[in-house]
């Protein structure tokens, strides 16, 4: 499986963006997740959303970022309102299944850069 990000961009502080991410095959049985890694930090989660829909988020991001999936569509998205400059970041998603045979996917990231 092959994930493909987009959406990212500049933005002023306050914004919004949306980002999407597309696997090239079946993820409905994988969660799906958004990670960040701003220069000179390690990458970190911002959210995951579950085959059924149980989402999980940092606390950085609670009530500002949404995250959602479309499993027919095999795509997930991460909506990102409110944003702060400490919010700019090189976004990935992961596609990753648990149950055996354990697979986990890295798209390629998709820059945000918030400006103040």
């Known amino acids: 499986v092959q994930l493909q990000a987009s959406g990212g961009g500049l933005v002023q502080a306050g914004g919004s963006l949306r980002l999407s991410c597309v696997a090239s095959g079946s993820t409905s049985s994988f969660v799906m997740g958004w990670y960040r890694q701003a220069p000179g930090k390690q990458r970190e989660l911002v959210a995951t959303v579950s085959s059924g829909g149980t989402t999980n988020y940092a606390d950085s991001v609670k009530g500002r970022f949404t995250i959602s999936r479309d499993n027919a569509k095999n795509t997930v998205w991460l909506q990102m309102n409110s944003l702060k400059p400490e919010d700019t970041a090189v976004y990935y998603c992961?596609?990753?299944?648990?149950?055996?045979?354990?697979?986990?996917?890295w798209g390629q990231g998709t820059l945000v850069t918030v400006s103040s």
């Open positions: 992961r596609s990753r299944r648990y149950v055996t045979p354990q697979l986990d996917y």
